[in-house]
């Protein structure tokens, strides 16, 4: 090959060089190379071209090359050529070296710039060793900070954990594999834990969640568990999680949240059960599977020594099961465990066999709850409102449920310190209202016990007043022999309402008995005295007597004056108002009082009432009434003293009223 082939090289994209003799003096170069290296003067050693700062000694292998005739190839080798500056940067060459002989023997250089590839896979490795830095880093805190830490296979099986969660489970290694650990989570976590866990890997996506271990020494905390899948090529190829214990900042979002909720629950309602129902709803499930309330009536004031009489006004269950009737009364001696827990004003706590409590700790029906539920445990809980012991709360749990801890106790404690302020205004209430219901009974007289006809009264007090009302009933017998029964209501639910309604009795009263009149005229006379003792109120009223015009047979002589009207009912179940003798409300100025005389069958009951019985906001009041005759109707057979508590029991009452009710019952046979 001569020069002029050589000049092929020229426009080339590589660099080509041609070195001669033992010295390598360069005797050609294309344009490529004069640009990468510079442009050399002929006959100049490539070493100087080069010069010293080479990485490799480049002319020992042209020494070899020139000497062997066997090719060489470097592969991205750093170069500087000479009298490059120290801010220039190396550049990379890869190079091929091949002997080359025409007049004398020399070296082809054959050369390609990769300084950019270089660079490129320089920034590679730095990246990768960086996410391997930063991974480490990752890990090292993991392990340093996290009580757990564990890792699993693609579908979720633990492979190895940090040996934490052996200190803490007393599992062992071969036991906590695979899904072994979920044996020592509660059994109430189990299947939820599986079943979030699934999901999770089945979405491949973090898992965040709590649930309860059993450590070392056999107590349940919660722990809070996060997860999150190792994937490569889009795959997951592991799960790295952590574990940590979370059981105090447990305790304390339940103590807010508890908190809250019983002040929430409370602050709506006003009555003192109603109170105590809302904060044992709280309770249950969560600090207790069982609770009642036991309230004291006299709230307290008690002789010292004395028996101790006690309410349940309140009780829940949880789910399943069945809860204590919410309203019970039970006596305890003096020398009681339960009146020792009231005199100390402290918690007491017991545990015990299941389904086998102190028998003298507790009320019998309490206790016989207890013994029915299995119950393994219990808290009497004295509450104190302002300074007294106004009511003692019952907190049970049952079967595998450890007892109640001092953390627990102390937040049940803290529950109803909360609501103190609301527990107060219903004990005020409360006081009240019952300062109310015996001044009322008082002013309502006892019916008359005959030996023929029957008479039970019933007086209920509305749940939302404190004050006496206007209901009241009466009956006594005249000098003729008739029994007179009476039923009404006066305007109003105050001290007011309850004067006009005594005035209003009595002079009934005098009225019936100082002229034997008929009911309509008693009527008559008593709304024209109205206007000058009560020239302001306005009331309703039934007035009826009870006759037997001859042996074995009974009537009704009866007017009514805007009340609802009388109920009659058969023995055999029929029932009916009696709307024949019906007038306008007293109080208003009519002159005429119409009465009426009804035939009473053997065994029948006529039932006297006051609109708190039938009456709703929401309603028609002939809707009440169609109600109060069916179920009169069904207990028609029963005692009167059944008939009349069952209708208190199942008829829908909306508490916003006081109810009065009196009924007669004739003999079931006549003579």
């Given at each position: 090959m001569g020069w002029l082939?050589?000049?092929?090289?020229?426009?080339?994209?590589?660099?080509?060089?041609?070195?001669?003799?033992?010295?390598?003096?360069?005797?050609?170069?294309?344009?490529?190379?004069?640009?990468?290296?510079?442009?050399?003067?002929?006959?100049?050693?490539?070493?100087?071209?080069?010069?010293?700062?080479?990485?490799?000694?480049?002319?020992?292998?042209?020494?070899?090359?020139?000497?062997?005739?066997?090719?060489?190839?470097?592969?991205?080798?750093?170069?500087?050529?000479?009298?490059?500056?120290?801010?220039?940067?190396?550049?990379?060459?890869?190079?091929?070296?091949?002997?080359?002989?025409?007049?004398?023997?020399?070296?082809?250089?054959?050369?390609?710039?990769?300084?950019?590839?270089?660079?490129?896979?320089?920034?590679?490795?730095?990246?990768?060793?960086?996410?391997?830095?930063?991974?480490?880093?990752?890990?090292?805190?993991?392990?340093?900070?996290?009580?757990?830490?564990?890792?699993?296979?693609?579908?979720?099986?633990?492979?190895?954990?940090?040996?934490?969660?052996?200190?803490?489970?007393?599992?062992?290694?071969?036991?906590?594999?695979?899904?072994?650990?979920?044996?020592?989570?509660?059994?109430?976590?189990?299947?939820p834990t599986s079943r979030s866990w699934g999901e999770t890997r089945r979405l491949a996506r973090p898992w965040h969640y709590v649930y309860r271990v059993r450590t070392q020494e056999g107590e349940y905390r919660h722990f809070e568990v996060r997860a999150a899948p190792v994937i490569e090529d889009g795959a997951v190829i592991e799960w790295i999680g952590t574990c940590f214990d979370v059981e105090r900042e447990w305790r304390e979002r339940q103590r807010r949240e508890l908190l809250d909720r019983a002040a929430a629950a409370a602050a709506e309602r006003t009555a003192l059960s109603d109170v105590f129902a809302a904060l044992v709803g709280v309770l249950v499930p969560a600090l207790a599977d069982g609770c009642g309330v036991h309230l004291l009536p006299d709230l307290g004031a008690r002789p010292a020594g004395a028996p101790i009489t006690v309410r349940r006004v309140a009780t829940a269950a949880s789910g399943g099961l069945p809860r204590q009737p919410p309203t019970g009364e039970e006596r305890f001696a003096p020398d009681s465990g339960f009146a020792r827990a009231l005199e100390r004003r402290r918690p007491l706590q017991r545990t015990f066999p299941a389904g086998r409590p102190p028998a003298d700790l507790l009320p019998k029906s309490t206790t016989a709850w207890l013994t029915k539920a299995g119950a393994t445990s219990v808290v009497l809980m004295p509450v104190v409102v302002d300074g007294a012991v106004a009511a003692m709360v019952t907190a049970a749990r049952l079967g595998d449920r450890d007892p109640m801890s001092p953390e627990d106790v102390d937040l049940m404690r803290q529950i109803f310190e909360h609501t103190h302020d609301v527990l107060s205004g219903a004990v005020r209430f409360h006081r009240t209202q019952q300062v109310a219901l015996a001044l009322q009974h008082g002013l309502l007289a006892e019916p008359p016990e005959l030996d023929d006809l029957r008479i039970v009264a019933r007086y209920l007090a509305s749940p939302a007043a404190a004050e006496v009302g206007g209901d009241w009933y009466d009956s006594f017998v005249l000098p003729d022999g008739a029994t007179v029964v009476a039923i009404g209501d006066v305007a109003g639910h105050d001290l007011a309402a309850a004067v006009d309604m005594s005035r209003l009795r009595n002079m009934l009263r005098v009225l019936t008995a100082d002229r034997l009149a008929p009911p309509g005229e008693i009527l008559r006379r008593l709304n024209s005295a109205m206007e000058t003792v009560a020239p302001d109120a306005t009331a309703t009223c039934v007035l009826a007597r009870v006759e037997e015009p001859e042996p074995g047979r009974w009537q009704l002589n009866y007017a009514v004056a805007g009340h609802p009207p009388p109920l009659l009912l058969t023995s055999d179940g029929d029932g009916r108002f009696l709307e024949e003798a019906a007038n306008p409300l007293l109080g208003l100025p009519f002159e005429t009082f119409h009465s009426s005389t009804e035939p009473l069958p053997p065994g029948s009951t006529l039932l006297l009432y006051t609109d708190g019985l039938v009456e709703h906001p929401s309603e028609h009041l002939d809707r009440g009434l169609s109600r109060l005759r069916r179920r009169a109707c069904t207990l028609a057979h029963r005692p009167l003293e059944h008939l009349c508590d069952a209708l208190l029991d199942v008829l829908p009452i909306n508490g916003a009223d006081d109810i009065a009710m009196i009924a007669v019952r004739t003999p079931a046979t006549g003579t």
């Open positions: 082939a050589l000049e092929a090289f020229d426009p080339a994209p590589v660099a080509v060089a041609l070195t001669i003799g033992p010295d390598h003096r360069l005797v050609y170069t294309n344009l490529a190379y004069r640009a990468f290296v510079g442009d050399r003067p002929l006959g100049e050693p490539i070493g100087e071209a080069f010069g010293a700062a080479a990485k490799q000694d480049y002319g020992e292998l042209f020494d070899r090359v020139l000497a062997t005739g066997e090719p060489v190839s470097l592969v991205a080798a750093p170069v500087k050529p000479a009298g490059a500056g120290a801010e220039d940067r190396e550049r990379y060459f890869s190079f091929s070296l091949s002997r080359f002989t025409h007049e004398r023997p020399g070296v082809l250089v054959v050369a390609v710039d990769v300084t950019e590839q270089v660079a490129a896979v320089e920034r590679a490795d730095r990246a990768t060793e960086e996410q391997r830095r930063s991974r480490r880093r990752l890990e090292s805190l993991v392990w340093i900070n996290a009580q757990v830490v564990w890792v699993t296979d693609a579908d979720g099986h633990v492979t190895e954990s940090s040996g934490g969660w052996e200190r803490i489970t007393g599992q062992s290694r071969e036991e906590f594999l695979g899904d072994g650990w979920m044996r020592v989570l509660h059994p109430d976590d189990r299947e």
